[in-house]
């Protein structure tokens, strides 16, 4: 009879020439998979019109939750493409980058011009494992990611964060919102304050929230005809409230509270009854190890 023995390296190990351990990394799979199949895309400009053509490509693939994950990219004139923002959409693709498209339509120092896209739908739950997370890894492998940790993909923070000092990296700082532009849709005429703070709320491209209060429906004005700024909409608006009232332009939103003289740091524009002044926003410096989320809350609007 033949014994059969394992040859050990002196130190009881067992010797490693025919023998091996192997591990099968899925998360490394998906992520050179997801990687290679949006580098064979040609990013297309972020406009309504492509963003409305993803629901008929949809429809035809047979996908009907329409979510993935996708890449924005800026060019800046006479400079190269860059990449602004990996991202992922558990709702429809459409809609996550008609969101993108929305915010960058108000924003100072930045034309949706600049902006263009490429995306893939995954219908499998990937919510587990996170690719957008993978994409990016694999992205700074190679280069870099402008907006991604900088608060780009925030939604409305709500109530509890609107006193936060914002970090000094954050998209909003580097592209606030613009209140020069002119608010198309108005309706002109006599009408309650109510139905002028919704008409502001649903015409400009970054969120107005505003005190649930019955003053509102009480106060009564005359909406002139022709279009106003944004800026020209809140000054009216200031003009028919009293007291503790005041409009507060921070660099992502705007809000409107009866809670005079409480201050906040990242406003840099304040409406008032008797007065509109700006001051220097505040900004700190990020944590250590400190990511997107840490600032991120579930969407909170009126």
């Not at 033949?2 to 130190?11: E, M, P, S, Y």
């Not at 008609?98 to 995954?122: A, P, Q, T, W, Y």
């Not at 939604?155 to 606030?176: A, M, Q, S, Y």
């Not at 009216?236 to 809670?259: E, N, P, S």
Request: with cysteine; aromatic share 10%.
């Amino acid at each position: 009879m033949t014994l059969i023995t394992h040859a050990t390296d002196g130190g009881g190990r067992m010797a490693s020439q025919y023998s091996d351990q192997f591990r099968l990394s899925i998360t490394e799979a998906l992520s050179a998979q997801l990687y290679a199949s949006l580098k064979e895309l040609e990013p297309a400009p972020l406009t309504q019109g492509n963003l409305d053509a993803l629901v008929s490509q949809a429809e035809l693939l047979g996908l009907p939750s329409r979510a993935g994950v996708y890449q924005l990219f800026r060019q800046e004139a006479g400079k190269k493409p860059e990449l602004a923002y990996v991202g992922k959409a558990d709702e429809p693709l459409n809609e996550r980058l008609g969101n993108h498209l929305f915010k960058l339509s108000g924003r100072r120092g930045i034309s949706i011009d600049e902006m263009s896209f490429r995306c893939l739908f995954v219908e499998e739950d990937l919510s587990a494992v996170s690719p957008e997370k993978m994409l990016i890894k694999r992205h700074l492998e190679t280069g870099r990611i402008v907006w991604n940790n900088r608060g780009f993909g925030n939604n409305d923070p709500g109530r509890n964060r609107d006193k936060t000092v914002i970090k000094d990296t954050h998209f909003d700082l580097e592209f606030p919102i613009d209140l020069t532009r002119k608010i198309t849709g108005l309706t002109p005429g006599h009408q309650s304050l109510f139905d002028f703070l919704w008409d502001i709320k649903r015409n400009i491209s970054f969120v107005f929230r505003f005190k649930k209060s019955a003053l509102y429906k009480k106060t009564f004005v005359t909406v002139p005809e022709g279009d106003m700024t944004i800026d020209e909409a809140f000054r009216f608006v200031i003009r028919h409230l009293t007291g503790k009232w005041q409009i507060c332009a921070l660099l992502g939103w705007v809000i409107m509270y009866d809670d005079a003289p409480d201050t906040y740091p990242s406003a840099w524009r304040i409406y008032q009854p008797d007065r509109v002044f700006e001051q220097e926003p505040k900004t700190r410096k990020p944590r250590k190890n400190e990511t997107d989320e840490d600032d991120e809350i579930s969407d909170e609007d009126l």
